[in-house]
């Protein structure tokens, strides 16, 4: 990144570094958050909470589900981590409250409507993820901390784009799905995923989720669309991005983190086009007034 951006000159290379430093300043590298999360549990837990895996076993309710989702969307950081802190003192599981910072994680990409924004609530889902597949497949003492992390980042992001409501129902409310057969509405899914139309794909998987049908054709069909973007995109990380998706969904709980995988697929190739113009247009400017350097073609394909 340094070196394209001496290539190019100083003055002209505040594009070239939007490539790179959102990736490398997102929030789970704020070691002074960790720091507090090791305070926290060993201020405010038996032992540190490490040993609540096996000891905390019960469920968060339903009503408890929403109204911590409905925190994490709404409250401040110190309520959301009281929160937290009081449902682990109350045997509530770590496997539990995972699953629902999931599901408010997958609320972020299910309520950001403006395409600038949209990776904003990409990056805790997937950090989300990624932290409950390590939590579901390991016996680490230190997995409290996490949950306070991954509820932190979910707050910050959904306080920052004021995502206090969702659109979802009046979305879904607009294309009048509900006299479509299952089968009907797989079909479609495949087509608006394809051609990138967001509030269409999201209101088909909710009409499709709603009908109670097979879970698994659903699951299906939103992998096999991620295999074809895979295959169109010559970028490792949008196949890897895709991949990413479905198995989020695979392992999903119940609420949000199914139905967040088609807006992720199908708003991912006009976000990624949107951030990267401003970039192609100075590469465009810059090979004009100094001649001979690749053209955006070439640089998309290095």
Not at 124 to 152: E, G, K
Not at 178 to 186: M, V
Request: one cysteine or more.
């Amino acid at each position: 990144m340094t070196e394209l951006a001496d290539f190019i000159g100083c003055e002209r290379a505040h594009g070239v570094y939007y490539i790179g430093v959102p990736d490398v300043a997102i929030g789970p590298l704020y070691y002074s958050l960790y720091d507090a999360a090791c305070v926290t549990v060993s201020a405010d837990l038996p032992d540190a909470g490490k040993h609540l895996r096996q000891t905390n076993q019960a469920a968060l309710t339903p009503g408890e589900v929403d109204e911590m989702v409905q925190l994490l969307m709404t409250a401040d950081g110190p309520t959301v981590w009281s929160e937290l802190t009081t449902h682990l003192r109350n045997g509530k599981s770590l496997t539990s409250l995972g699953d629902t910072i999931q599901i408010a994680a997958a609320e972020l990409i299910l309520r950001t409507t403006m395409p600038r924004n949209f990776t904003d609530g990409q990056h805790p889902f997937d950090y989300c993820n990624t932290a409950n597949y390590w939590m579901r497949r390991t016996h680490s003492p230190y997995q409290t901390r996490v949950l306070y992390l991954m509820a932190n980042f979910v707050n910050d992001v959904a306080r920052s784009n004021k995502l206090f409501t969702s659109p979802i129902e009046q979305e879904w409310a607009r294309f009048h799905l509900d006299d479509r057969t299952p089968q009907s509405l797989l079909t479609e899914l495949d087509g608006v995923i394809m051609a990138y139309d967001v509030p269409r794909t999201t209101a088909t998987a909710v009409a499709y989720l709603r009908s109670g049908a097979d879970r698994q054709a659903y699951q299906a069909t939103v992998a096999i669309a991620a295999y074809k973007f895979s295959r169109r995109s010559a970028q490792p990380q949008d196949h890897a991005l895709h991949v990413r998706g479905v198995r989020a969904q695979l392992d999903a709980p119940a609420g949000s983190a199914p139905l967040a995988t088609v807006p992720l697929l199908a708003g991912w190739p006009k976000v990624r086009a949107r951030l990267l113009r401003p970039i192609h247009e100075r590469l465009d400017q810059t090979s004009r007034l100094r001649g001979g350097f690749p053209s955006p073609e070439l640089f998309r394909e290095s």
